[in-house]
């Protein structure tokens, strides 16, 4: 039985990796898509105004920004408020 296997293996043509590839890639038809109902569609209002939201804020550069910033102090306490007391029974 092992000497027919090997005969039948050295009288038979197989073809190399590439071969086979290349005949059966011939034999692969073309794909063809199915025609498919399309329906036109709207976003709604909501979407589209977020959309460009989206693309005003990625728009936005800090470096074409004004930087003016108005800094205040507040008024210096007179009652003595803003001291800060360690023992005191306040909470403060």
């Known amino acids: ?26 034999m692969t038809p073309a794909r063809v898509d199915p025609d498919r109902l399309e ?21 936005f550069s800090f470096k074409n920004a004004a930087g003016n910033i108005a800094v205040t102090q507040p008024p210096p306490a007179t009652d003595g408020s803003d001291e800060f007391n360690f023992f005191s029974d306040q909470g403060d």
């Open 39 to 59: 329906v036109p569609a709207q976003l709604p209002a909501a979407i589209a105004e977020a959309h460009a939201a989206t693309l005003a804020d990625a728009a």
């Open 1 to 26: 039985m092992k000497k027919f296997i090997e005969s039948v293996h050295k009288t038979v043509v197989t073809p190399d990796p590439e071969t086979h590839l290349l005949r059966r890639a011939a």
